[in-house]
């Protein structure tokens, strides 16, 4: 590769990371005078090779207009941080290295200093405090004296069988009456898997501020890991969420389908409120105390899927009910909008409305994210009137938002919206939202590209019949000229929005189309269209990819069908697989992230072997009868590898790059390492970077360098700027007729 290839390359990438990615944002204060808004943003600091998170206030006026904003502030040793209710007092959890120690420091401060500050290695009453997405919780109670948070619970210590001391220390641990095990430090502890590793059990933790006394919570009964809890209304009890402590942990990081309840915790007295056979998250109060929601699914099946948003009326012996159900296609809400079903992992911590009667959040819809508002009085549901880019709400508070806006072409900015309660809903759906941030930088050539989303639908009697894509990229060109990608989501059951990516960004700007496929199994199409997939993926899925790759050489002209080629991670690398192998003379070069490679391998190393029956329609072999065991196992295991790339590897042609991570838990890098050693021996040109990171390859080092590789090998193998001798004939021999022909095809609607 050219030197001044890579040097374009990365000159693209500085630029764009010169835009800050938004994290979170928060009403801090509301005046007569107006509101100040508080944000947390994540940018790349190339020269220290890490991501640098610093914090923003903007003040705006009554009529939501910007009027001044503060500088950033550095918070990168901030772990986590909240208000309390009334925002005059703020509790920070920082982590601080002192004489070459890592330590972890909660800070109480008012609007003027510093009131106190806890050093929780000298309690030394719980090991890390969690600050996942999963299970962290970190709140004040409501009269401001009591601070909560989940973390791990204290380990018991011990030593090996032999461990020679002092007279010293022998008396010092004998007077301190220290219980100490020998021989037990290496037994094994299980954990929640990918990205929660050393989380094997959880307890609830609250500071009395006053006192500056730390005591944990002895009343969640053993066979329960408990996260996301919060205080009631009353500020004396807690609500949260229970995991049931199964004899195996299975990976729950962006797995929706565990078994949990929310249950609530009254003194001592320990109480499920949900439902069995379900998994929840998210339990929110609404401001005037008298309504619980939070998300809930069904389990089985599929590890994401469409939720309902369940609501409890508080201290009345009312059952929950659904105020947004289970949509098993497509439902139509207000204003004619059509609705495909809530596909959220979380809400937003505050997520009423003023007056406690509509519910604020956002969810994937087909190939957008769009936010809706829902009138827990009457369940119309009402969806936010925005653009074509991508909508998020991020909080909440007396009749005014805080959103997040953002679209392939634009990094995240926040958006401020106000509504008026009094009104209809109809009319509460437009906001009249006011962007507070723009870009800071944008390469040239960024105005010059289009996004353009196609809905297909076959020509069949199948039950589930159509699927999505979206074209990125120039508006026009010559015939048969741009190269392009086919660029493929993980998961299955995850999809393609119309979000910003740097890597997407500048394969685009450098002159490559991207289609990316929302293949049936999907988010955002309906339930019935998600759960099509399972048992049947490298079939339907590869279809859709096949029948995407055809329909838009028929669409754009311009895509040139003798440079297509491959990028997907995950689910995504197991389709560029099935492609590159299925159909070695369609795709030129393949990049693959951590891809599945055989089912059946996979389901005895993976975090998530219960994913890997799923996927291929067959039964979880540790949920079946130890006198059936026997028998269906051979069937099993042979089911999962005929889904497998595997079974077509010495059909590959494209020259392929692996990107794998080391510490993966959910795709172990094995998986990719086959995949590399098949190519290698059957003489395809092959490439593996292994990083010291894990699933998400989204570490400081790992990601610089999986990106700009990627896209280097997209260049050198599948691109204008490196066409081979019999390429650029079949580009010089493409006549008048031809480019006739293929605008004169039908096209399919495009909305």
Same mark, same amino acid.
């Given at each position: 590769?050219?030197?001044?290839?890579?040097?374009?390359?990365?000159?693209?990438?500085?630029?764009?990371?010169?835009?800050?990615?938004?994290?979170?944002?928060?009403?801090? #204060?509301?005046?007569?005078?107006?509101?100040?808004?508080?944000?947390?943003?994540?940018?790349?600091?190339?020269?220290?090779?890490?991501?640098?998170?610093?914090?923003?206030?903007?003040?705006?006026?009554?009529?939501?207009?910007?009027?001044?904003?503060?500088?950033?502030?550095?918070?990168?040793?901030?772990?986590?941080?909240?208000?309390?209710?009334?925002?005059?007092?703020?509790?920070?959890?920082?982590?601080?290295?002192?004489?070459?120690?890592?330590?972890?420091?909660?800070?109480?401060?008012?609007?003027?200093?510093?009131?106190?500050?806890?050093?929780?290695?000298?309690?030394?009453?719980?090991?890390?405090?969690?600050?996942?997405?999963?299970?962290?919780?970190?709140?004040?109670?409501?009269?401001? #004296?009591?601070?909560?948070?989940?973390?791990?619970?204290?380990?018991?210590?011990?030593?090996?069988?032999?461990?020679?001391?002092?007279?010293?220390?022998?008396?010092?641990?004998?007077?301190?009456?220290?219980?100490?095990?020998?021989?037990?430090?290496?037994?094994?502890?299980?954990?929640?898997?990918?990205?929660?590793?050393?989380?094997?059990?959880?307890?609830?933790?609250?500071?009395?501020?006053?006192?500056?006394?730390?005591?944990?919570?002895?009343?969640?009964?053993?066979?329960?890991?408990?996260?996301?809890?919060?205080?009631?209304?009353?500020?004396?009890?807690?609500?949260?969420?229970?995991?049931?402590?199964?004899?195996?942990?299975?990976?729950?990081?962006?797995?929706?389908?565990?078994?949990?309840?929310?249950?609530?915790?009254?003194?001592?007295?320990?109480?499920?409120?949900?439902?069995?056979?379900?998994?929840?998250?998210?339990?929110?109060?609404?401001?005037?105390?008298?309504?619980?929601?939070?998300?809930?699914?069904?389990?089985?099946?599929?590890?994401?899927?469409?939720?309902?948003?369940?609501?409890?009326?508080?201290?009345?012996?009312?059952?929950?009910?659904?105020?947004?159900?289970?949509?098993?296609?497509?439902?139509?809400?207000?204003?004619?909008?059509?609705?495909?079903?809530?596909?959220?992992?979380?809400?937003?911590?505050?997520?009423?409305?003023?007056?406690?009667?509509?519910?604020?959040?956002?969810?994937?819809?087909?190939?957008?994210?769009?936010?809706?508002?829902?009138?827990?009085?009457?369940?119309?549901?009402?969806?936010?009137?925005?653009?074509?880019?991508?909508?998020?709400?991020?909080?909440?508070?007396?009749?005014?938002?805080?959103?997040?806006?953002?679209? #392939?072409?634009?990094?995240?900015?926040?958006?401020?919206?106000?509504?008026?309660? #009094?009104?209809?809903?109809?009319?509460?759906?437009?906001?009249?939202?006011?962007?507070?941030?723009?870009?800071?930088?944008?390469?040239?050539?960024?105005?010059?590209?289009?996004?353009?989303?196609?809905?297909?639908?076959?020509?069949?009697?199948?039950?589930?019949?159509?699927?999505?894509?979206?074209?990125?990229?120039?508006?026009?060109?010559?015939?048969?000229?741009?190269?392009?990608?086919?660029?493929?989501?993980?998961?299955?059951?995850?999809?393609?929005?119309?979000?910003?990516?740097?890597?997407?960004?500048?394969?685009?700007?450098?002159?490559?189309?991207?289609?990316?496929?929302?293949?049936?199994?999907?988010?955002?199409?309906?339930?019935?269209?998600?759960?099509?997939?399972?048992?049947?993926?490298?079939?339907?899925?590869?279809?859709?990819?096949?029948?995407?790759?055809?329909?838009?050489?028929?669409?754009?002209?311009?895509?040139?069908?003798?440079?297509?080629?491959?990028?997907?991670?995950?689910?995504?690398?197991?389709?560029?697989?099935?492609?590159?192998?299925?159909?070695?003379?369609?795709?030129?070069?393949?990049?693959?992230?951590?891809?599945?490679?055989?089912?059946?391998?996979?389901?005895?190393?993976?975090?998530?072997?219960?994913?890997?029956?799923?996927?291929?329609?067959?039964?979880?072999?540790?949920?079946?009868?130890?006198?059936?065991?026997?028998?269906?196992?051979?069937?099993?295991?042979?089911?999962?590898?005929?889904?497998?790339?595997?079974?077509?590897?010495?059909?590959?042609?494209?020259?392929?790059?692996?990107?794998?991570?080391?510490?993966?838990?959910?795709?172990?890098?094995?998986?990719?390492?086959?995949?590399?050693?098949?190519?290698?021996?059957?003489?395809?040109?092959?490439?593996?970077?292994?990083?010291?990171?894990?699933?998400?390859?989204?570490?400081?080092?790992?990601?610089?360098?999986?990106?700009?590789?990627?896209?280097?090998?997209?260049?050198?193998?599948?691109?204008?700027?490196?066409?081979?001798?019999?390429?650029?004939?079949?580009?010089?021999?493409?006549?008048?007729?031809?480019?006739?022909?293929?605008?004169?095809?039908?096209?399919?609607?495009?909305?």
């Amino acid at each position: 590769m050219a030197s001044n290839q890579i040097d374009k390359v990365l000159n693209l990438y500085k630029i764009l990371s010169q835009n800050p990615t938004l994290t979170k944002a928060r009403i801090t #204060s509301i005046t007569k005078n107006g509101i100040t808004v508080q944000s947390h943003w994540s940018q790349r600091n190339l020269e220290r090779c890490s991501k640098q998170k610093f914090m923003q206030d903007f003040s705006l006026d009554t009529n939501l207009n910007p009027l001044d904003k503060s500088f950033p502030v550095d918070v990168s040793n901030e772990l986590l941080s909240t208000f309390s209710e009334d925002e005059q007092y703020k509790a920070i959890l920082r982590q601080v290295t002192i004489d070459n120690t890592s330590k972890q420091f909660i800070e109480i401060w008012d609007r003027q200093h510093l009131i106190k500050n806890y050093d929780l290695s000298v309690y030394d009453a719980h090991g890390e405090i969690y600050t996942d997405d999963q299970f962290s919780s970190f709140q004040f109670s409501p009269d401001k #004296s009591k601070l909560l948070y989940i973390a791990e619970r204290k380990k018991p210590k011990c030593e090996p069988f032999y461990k020679q001391k002092s007279q010293e220390k022998r008396e010092k641990e004998i007077k301190d009456a220290e219980v100490i095990s020998r021989g037990n430090e290496y037994i094994f502890k299980p954990h929640w898997g990918e990205q929660l590793v050393g989380k094997h059990k959880s307890v609830i933790v609250i500071i009395d501020i006053n006192e500056d006394v730390i005591k944990i919570n002895q009343y969640i009964p053993e066979e329960y890991f408990v996260g996301q809890v919060t205080w009631t209304p009353n500020g004396d009890d807690l609500v949260g969420v229970a995991w049931k402590c199964e004899t195996r942990y299975l990976g729950l990081n962006a797995c929706t389908n565990r078994t949990s309840w929310i249950f609530f915790l009254k003194n001592s007295e320990f109480q499920k409120i949900s439902i069995d056979g379900c998994a929840v998250r998210a339990p929110r109060f609404s401001p005037n105390g008298k309504t619980l929601v939070w998300l809930e699914r069904d389990l089985g099946g599929a590890h994401h899927t469409c939720h309902r948003l369940m609501q409890l009326k508080w201290d009345t012996s009312e059952k929950a009910d659904a105020l947004i159900n289970i949509v098993s296609n497509c439902i139509t809400i207000a204003q004619d909008k059509n609705f495909y079903g809530l596909y959220n992992q979380s809400l937003p911590r505050r997520c009423f409305s003023n007056d406690s009667r509509y519910i604020f959040l956002s969810s994937p819809q087909r190939y957008n994210i769009k936010s809706y508002m829902v009138n827990i009085e009457t369940k119309n549901l009402n969806e936010i009137q925005n653009n074509d880019s991508s909508l998020l709400v991020l909080d909440v508070k007396q009749d005014r938002l805080v959103m997040m806006r953002m679209s #392939s072409i634009e990094p995240p900015h926040l958006i401020v919206g106000r509504f008026d309660s #009094s009104v209809e809903d109809a009319e509460l759906s437009n906001l009249h939202l006011l962007e507070i941030t723009k870009p800071v930088v944008m390469p040239e050539g960024i105005e010059n590209l289009i996004i353009e989303h196609t809905d297909y639908k076959y020509n069949s009697k199948e039950e589930v019949n159509e699927f999505n894509y979206t074209y990125f990229g120039e508006k026009s060109s010559k015939v048969k000229t741009v190269p392009w990608i086919l660029n493929l989501h993980g998961g299955p059951h995850y999809s393609f929005d119309n979000s910003f990516s740097i890597e997407t960004c500048i394969l685009a700007i450098l002159g490559f189309g991207i289609v990316h496929v929302n293949y049936r199994g999907s988010l955002g199409m309906g339930e019935k269209n998600l759960k099509y997939l399972l048992g049947k993926v490298g079939e339907v899925d590869v279809l859709d990819c096949v029948t995407a790759t055809h329909d838009a050489l028929k669409k754009y002209p311009w895509l040139d069908p003798n440079y297509i080629g491959l990028r997907g991670g995950s689910h995504g690398g197991f389709l560029v697989s099935h492609l590159s192998s299925q159909y070695p003379n369609l795709y030129r070069a393949v990049v693959s992230l951590n891809p599945v490679i055989d089912i059946a391998a996979m389901y005895t190393i993976s975090d998530i072997p219960d994913w890997c029956a799923a996927e291929s329609g067959t039964p979880f072999i540790e949920t079946l009868l130890p006198t059936t065991m026997e028998i269906k196992s051979s069937e099993i295991y042979l089911k999962m590898f005929n889904h497998s790339p595997i079974v077509h590897v010495d059909k590959v042609k494209a020259p392929t790059l692996l990107l794998l991570g080391s510490n993966d838990l959910r795709v172990p890098f094995s998986q990719g390492k086959l995949w590399y050693n098949r190519l290698k021996a059957n003489d395809v040109k092959t490439r593996m970077h292994i990083y010291e990171d894990n699933h998400s390859l989204a570490s400081d080092s790992a990601e610089i360098d999986r990106i700009i590789n990627g896209i280097l090998w997209l260049m050198e193998h599948n691109s204008k700027f490196f066409p081979s001798e019999e390429q650029v004939r079949v580009i010089e021999t493409v006549s008048d007729e031809e480019m006739r022909e293929e605008k004169a095809e039908q096209k399919p609607v495009t909305n």
